[in-house]
């Protein structure tokens, strides 16, 4: 009897302190929500006031040269690709620099379920070299966060040029009409055809040097304003605060859905460098799966810039192997002319 009263005794005890408990938690609970009703419109009001500071007139000069360099970046690729052809797989992502594709079993498309297959190639464009990264333009950096219903308010531009435009170099009404014009060169065939060995070895070079100032002027600007990007799907936004779009996982075989998990941005998010399989004078016509350990690889604009007789910058020659040693190739594949 004296075991059952005490057992009862012991419950009512503890669900009066659960019952305390729970009461004080929701009165603490509601005062941290009424101090925040209280602090939001000075939180407002500092960020207001952070975004009178921008853009910093320092800064203008760096996105002034990284439209510049991109502008000929543009141009000069879209002369190479006329000239040195440009292959993609047409189940992945992977992109080869040549006449031929390599046979390297590297294709993991989920189209086609299976981890180690030979690509299926088609004629490539300037997208495959030059990753085009998107995002939303902003009107003001001090502008609310987007919401999922609002995706479709606000326009889709390049990333880089959201960057630019958001550190002065580009008004933020003329971005769209700033896009067209640039990102639609038109070259003719006779001008480029035209094109001597020195002249082509030029246009490389130039490629490679504007290249190289776009990612340190990247790199400049993302120290002062702030881009974001998600960790699972490498949506890339920039301003203060990612958007709340749920299009994280939209794609069947993506296995996350919902909203973003957002990170800092990296000068690779912005201009992805895409490596590709590099072709050295030493390698055979096709490559073969069996030499993937001898073979050197490269950003696919590096690449490019190389076929045409370029110098590549050091940084790259340990992934290029430029003076390694080849596959000891055998007849079982034949060997076609270029």
């Known amino acids: 009897m004296a075991n059952w009263r005490h057992k009862m005794w012991r419950s009512l005890s503890s669900f009066q302190e659960a019952s305390s408990y729970s009461t004080t938690s929701s009165r603490i609970n509601k005062s941290k929500a009424d101090d925040l009703r209280k602090i939001r419109p000075m939180i407002l009001r500092r960020i207001e006031n952070r975004a009178k500071d921008y853009p910093i007139k320092e800064t203008v000069p760096v996105a002034e040269e990284i439209l510049k360099a991109r502008k000929i970046i543009l141009s000069n690729v879209t002369v190479l690709l006329k000239l040195f052809p440009v292959l993609t797989c047409k189940f992945c992502s992977e992109v080869f620099v040549g006449k031929e594709g390599h046979l390297l079993q590297t294709c993991r498309s989920y189209i086609r379920r299976g981890n180690n297959r030979l690509h299926e190639w088609v ?92 990612r340190a002027g990247l790199k400049k600007l993302l120290l002062v304003y702030p881009s974001k990007v998600c960790k699972r799907c490498k949506e890339v936004h920039v301003g203060p605060s990612g958007h709340k779009a749920r299009l994280c996982g939209v794609f069947k075989y993506e296995s996350w859905r919902g909203t973003h998990y957002w990170e800092k941005a990296s000068v690779n998010d912005l201009a992805p460098e895409k490596v590709v399989w590099h072709r050295r004078p030493q390698d055979p016509v096709v490559l073969v799966d069996e030499g993937r350990s001898y073979y050197g690889q490269a950003p696919a604009i590096v690449s490019l810039c190389s076929h045409a007789g370029a110098i590549v910058p050091l940084k790259y020659a340990c992934k290029m192997k430029p003076q390694g040693l080849s596959f000891p190739f055998t007849n079982s594949v034949p060997i076609h002319e270029t």
Request: with cysteine.
């Open 123 to 214: 004629p490539g464009s300037i997208n495959d070299i030059l990753v085009p990264v998107e995002s939303y333009h902003l009107h003001n950096i001090s502008q609310g966060v987007i919401r999922h219903q609002q995706r479709f308010d606000y326009d889709r531009v390049p990333a880089i040029l959201e960057l630019c435009c958001q550190a002065g170099a580009i008004h933020p009404e003329e971005i769209l009409q700033y896009s067209k014009i640039h990102d639609n060169l038109q070259i003719s065939d006779e001008d480029i055809m035209s094109l001597s060995a020195g002249d082509l070895k030029y246009v490389g070079a130039t490629v490679v040097m504007a290249w190289e100032k776009v």
